[in-house]
């Protein structure tokens, strides 16, 4: 059964470090956020299941279960948003989270004010696409249909599983009715201005696993289409 994230969820803060955990849970709270912890990445599995949080804020070196196992294990059964909060900061490993699943990455050593922004940057999105839920708040885009009150998306008959930045580009594109979108517009689709991670692949990345979720030939895009030096737009149906 598939763990749907609650609105009035706590943050899940999962990392070995004490020191950190006390950290990040103390300056969310002053947020009014609730928060739960975890050291390892099996008990934050199970952390999951029970609190179905509305943010995992997730360190990568876990003992036991490590958070990059632990991030692919949550994306077969939740499309809850993730932030990875990782030593592990080189561009690869960035680029790396990203194509796994994750939202939004920051590096340590971190700012704990910047980390606040993103997380509140994270929750307002999760928070406005829960509100879209109007009549006439369906894209239809050949044998896709996308409502964007609940967040699902169909394929004919069967049910598409996208994290929240795939379903937000997605969503972008089929809205635009056949405009080109440049990564800047889909990045300003994801982040707010100034917030999220500043990397020329991250959109390239997320569309990747887009296109590979719906099954789409980049040669003939259905559904994403690449505009050489311009962007990307809605296939052709």
């Not at 800047?184 to 500043?198: C, F, S, T, W």
Request: charged letters at 30%; glycine letters at 10%; hydrophobic letters at 40%.
């Amino acid at each position: 059964m598939a763990i749907e994230a609650k609105l009035d969820a706590p943050v899940l803060v999962v990392d070995d470090d004490p020191k950190i955990q006390a950290l990040v849970s103390a300056y969310l709270k002053r947020e009014g956020l609730g928060v739960v912890t975890a050291s390892d990445g099996t008990v934050a599995m199970e952390e999951i299941r029970r609190s179905r949080p509305r943010l995992v804020v997730l360190d990568l070196m876990l003992p036991g279960l490590d958070g990059m196992s632990l991030l692919r294990q949550l994306r077969q059964e939740s499309d809850v948003p993730v932030l990875i909060l990782s030593a592990r900061g080189s561009t690869s490993d960035r680029v790396f989270g990203i194509t796994e699943g994750a939202d939004d990455y920051l590096g340590k050593p971190f700012s704990p004010a910047e980390l606040v922004v993103r997380v509140k940057a994270i929750l307002r999105r999760s928070a406005s696409d829960g509100r879209a839920g109007t009549r006439d708040a369906i894209l239809h885009h050949g044998d896709l249909t996308i409502d964007l009150g609940r967040r699902r998306v169909q394929q004919g008959d069967r049910d598409v599983k996208l994290t929240s930045a795939e379903f937000r580009i997605l969503s972008a594109l089929i809205a635009a009715r056949g405009r080109v979108l440049s990564r800047q517009q889909l990045q300003d689709a994801l982040y707010e201005e100034g917030v999220g991670p500043a990397l020329d692949r991250t959109i390239d990345v997320h569309i990747g696993r887009l296109r590979a979720k719906l099954g789409d030939d980049p040669k003939r895009p259905r559904y994403v289409a690449t505009v050489r030096g311009g962007g990307y737009r809605a296939g052709e149906q």
